[in-house]
């Protein structure tokens, strides 16, 4: 089955503690993205790759980086997470423009992150 | 000013209706366009995408395109009250990067 896989679905962490969340698709999309869904502020892209070793910044990078060393993986780095960054986090992959059929983004099930 | 704006709602209409969201966006480039469903608590899913002007149909659902005025909408007939969720519109944009960029959502009950 085409799917985005992220893990931990739910995270309960404190203020500095690293963190990983993890990501990987098995469509063999070239571009992915992270993003974070809060109230009233809608979705907001945090980075994005284009390829493997191509990252950039989304809308909101503060205090997240990222790595794509793999096709398949995007892993999301909180290197000393803060409250302000509980959120719901989305990660999502989709076909460059160029290519057949849609390149919408197809999406991962969430991981609900709380820092405290 | 936002690049996707979306009247959020909430938008309430009777189960066997027609609920109509409406999308506009700010980069006159933008040639993508996409709405998606989200369920509470889920993730988006993708219902419609459209790259021409006009209408393009798919079941119930029916996007519009209008780039001269720069507003897309969807049409959802025959509502139903699993359709209550909100709807996201998202517009790929012109620049280099192409990337998606999505409005606040539009909130919409089905009432039985």
């Known amino acids: 089955e085409a799917q985005v896989t992220q893990n931990p679905r739910y995270l309960i962490t404190v203020t500095g503690k690293k963190l990983t969340v993890t990501c990987s698709q098995n469509m063999n999309h070239e571009y992915m993205s992270w993003y974070r869904q809060d109230p009233g502020l809608g979705l907001r892209q945090i980075y994005y790759s284009m390829n493997v070793e191509v990252t950039d910044k989304g809308d909101v990078p503060e205090g997240y980086k990222v790595s794509r060393k793999e096709k398949r993986n995007f892993p999301l780095i909180l290197e000393s997470p803060s409250p302000n960054q509980t959120s719901l986090y989305f990660c999502?992959?989709?076909?460059?423009?160029?290519?057949?059929?849609?390149?919408?983004?197809?999406f991962g099930s969430g991981t609900r992150l709380t820092v405290v | 000013q936002k690049e996707v704006e979306q009247n959020s709602g909430p938008l309430s209409v009777p189960e066997g209706a027609i609920a109509s969201l409406n999308c506009t966006y700010s980069d006159r480039g933008s040639q993508s366009f996409f709405w998606y469903r989200q369920y509470s608590g889920k993730s988006p899913e993708l219902i419609m995408f459209?790259?021409?002007?006009g209408d393009k149909e798919d079941g119930r659902f029916t996007a519009q395109l209008n780039k001269a005025s720069q507003y897309v909408s969807l049409l959802i007939r025959d509502s139903q009250p699993s359709d209550s969720a909100t709807y996201l519109c998202a517009v790929i944009s012109s620049g280099s990067a192409r990337q998606l960029t999505f409005g606040s959502g539009t909130q919409l009950t089905v009432l039985p």
């Open positions: 999502a992959s989709r076909r460059p423009l160029s290519t057949g059929g849609h390149y919408g983004y197809t």
């Open positions: 459209i790259y021409s002007n």
